[in-house]
């Protein structure tokens, strides 16, 4: 991996190249192609296996001239920016490194605790109100999407209910909003969006709950439960233009030093479910929460027993293992919301999620 980081750093510098030096951070393996003879970029059958080995492990496909995505689009490459292609889609992890080493302190100082009322750096972009509206009404579409998949696509109302919803994100014209990936979802016919991609935008719902709650629409469930999802899209106006539109007229947006309180809680929670999932043993979290380097640690509203988290009324260790992890994953979306909302980027799929 500091061979590939050696390689690509000799690429041309782009607004990518950073974030590809980081996503090397979090390879565990790889796979040898070898074609005999040459494959045809066009209709190879053993290309279309090759893609699905790499998307079936979040992968990407490393060139001498370029990593691509699974579907063989440019994220990164020899040519420079005029080559990478916007509809490249990243891995779902893109970073994980001891925060020991550079980068990985650097990755924690973008998302570690600060006091709530600290005024964005010169680097941070935290969105304006009407942006955090618009970016929520996205993400209703983009989750409503994902769960019409669970229903038969032949079946009439299903079939209404999509033309509805594509209906109402033109109408409060949204389109300008959807990342790549997402607007890809959000398109793709009923009956035949990838299952890693339902699952992915499904798992959209936990960020936007954080989204509606700064806009004081909606309130954030406990930690190991996950956000209702029909309540949720009502409170923003799904399927309702003169509601959605109303939303992006006159957004009330929670103060910096709120958002920052809760971001600071998010942090907590999800540094100990990363750090239970790496090393899975009990530890004083409170006493650990008071005396990190990197604390003193919010634990406010977290419920805890023996001194550790408690995850559906158990210890973390005597709590199931399909809870565990399904708060984790909750905690990634609603940290990554929260780190969004206190300093950006633009897009909020790249914002930190570094414990």
Same mark, same amino acid.
């Given at each position: 991996?500091?061979?590939?980081?050696?390689?690509?750093?000799?690429?041309?510098?782009?607004?990518?190249?950073?974030? &590809?030096?980081?996503?090397?951070?979090? *390879?565990?393996?790889?796979?040898?192609?070898?074609?005999?003879?040459?494959?045809?970029?066009?209709?190879?059958?053993?290309?279309?296996?090759?893609?699905? &080995?790499?998307?079936?492990?979040? $992968?990407?496909?490393?060139?001498?001239?370029?990593?691509?995505?699974?579907?063989?689009?440019?994220?990164?490459?020899?040519? $420079?920016? %005029?080559?990478?292609?916007?509809? %490249?889609?990243?891995?779902?992890?893109?970073?994980?490194?001891?925060?020991?080493?550079?980068?990985?302190?650097?990755?924690? =100082?973008?998302?570690?605790?600060?006091?709530?009322?600290? =005024?964005?750096?010169?680097?941070?972009?935290?969105? +304006?109100?009407?942006?955090?509206?618009?970016?929520?009404?996205?993400?209703?579409?983009?989750? +409503?999407?994902?769960?019409?998949?669970?229903?038969?696509?032949?079946?009439?109302?299903?079939?209404?209910?999509?033309?509805?919803?594509? +209906?109402?994100? /033109?109408?409060?014209?949204?389109?300008?909003?959807?990342?790549?990936?997402?607007?890809?979802?959000?398109?793709?016919?009923?009956?035949?969006?990838?299952?890693?991609?339902?699952?992915?935008?499904?798992?959209?719902?936990?960020?936007?709950?954080?989204?509606?709650?700064?806009?004081?629409?909606?309130?954030?469930?406990?930690?190991?439960?996950?956000?209702?999802?029909?309540?949720?899209?009502?409170?923003?106006? &799904?399927?309702? %233009?003169?509601?959605?539109?109303?939303?992006?007229?006159?957004?009330?947006?929670?103060?910096?030093? =709120?958002?920052?309180?809760?971001?600071?809680?998010? *942090?907590?929670?999800?540094?100990?479910?990363?750090?239970?999932?790496? /090393?899975?043993?009990?530890?004083?979290?409170?006493?650990?929460?008071?005396?990190?380097? *990197?604390?003193?640690?919010?634990?406010?509203?977290?419920?805890?027993?023996?001194?550790?988290?408690?995850?559906?009324?158990?210890?973390?260790?005597?709590?199931?293992?399909?809870?565990?992890?399904?708060?984790?994953? /909750? +905690?990634?979306?609603?940290?990554?919301?929260?780190?969004?909302?206190?300093? $950006?980027?633009?897009?909020?799929?790249?914002?930190?999620? %570094?414990?």
């Amino acid at each position: 991996m500091d061979g590939m980081r050696g390689y690509f750093a000799r690429f041309p510098d782009t607004p990518r190249k950073e974030r &590809v030096l980081l996503l090397t951070t979090t *390879f565990r393996g790889a796979i040898a192609a070898d074609f005999d003879p040459e494959f045809e970029p066009e209709g190879d059958p053993r290309l279309t296996l090759l893609f699905e &080995v790499a998307r079936l492990l979040d $992968g990407v496909l490393f060139t001498p001239a370029a990593l691509r995505d699974a579907s063989g689009r440019v994220l990164f490459g020899v040519w $420079g920016e %005029a080559e990478e292609d916007a509809d %490249a889609e990243w891995p779902r992890v893109l970073g994980e490194v001891p925060a020991s080493e550079p980068l990985g302190a650097a990755m924690h =100082e973008m998302s570690r605790p600060k006091p709530p009322d600290e =005024e964005p750096g010169p680097e941070a972009n935290p969105p +304006a109100a009407e942006r955090v509206a618009r970016r929520a009404l996205a993400l209703v579409a983009v989750t +409503a999407r994902a769960i019409l998949e669970q229903d038969d696509a032949s079946a009439e109302h299903v079939r209404n209910t999509y033309a509805d919803l594509l +209906a109402w994100v /033109t109408e409060i014209g949204l389109d300008a909003e959807f990342e790549p990936d997402e607007r890809e979802v959000v398109n793709c016919p009923l009956g035949q969006l990838d299952p890693q991609q339902q699952a992915n935008a499904t798992w959209r719902l936990e960020a936007l709950v954080v989204l509606a709650w700064a806009l004081k629409r909606f309130d954030i469930p406990p930690h190991d439960e996950l956000a209702k999802l029909n309540p949720l899209w009502k409170c923003l106006g &799904v399927l309702d %233009a003169d509601a959605a539109r109303g939303l992006i007229a006159n957004p009330d947006l929670r103060s910096r030093e =709120e958002i920052g309180t809760v971001r600071n809680r998010l *942090f907590a929670l999800h540094w100990r479910l990363r750090n239970y999932h790496l /090393t899975p043993a009990v530890i004083d979290f409170a006493e650990f929460a008071r005396t990190c380097w *990197f604390g003193p640690l919010d634990l406010t509203d977290l419920p805890l027993i023996d001194g550790d988290l408690a995850v559906g009324g158990e210890r973390i260790n005597r709590a199931a293992a399909g809870a565990v992890a399904t708060a984790r994953s /909750t +905690a990634h979306e609603r940290h990554q919301a929260a780190n969004w909302l206190w300093e $950006g980027p633009d897009e909020l799929s790249a914002a930190s999620v %570094a414990t």
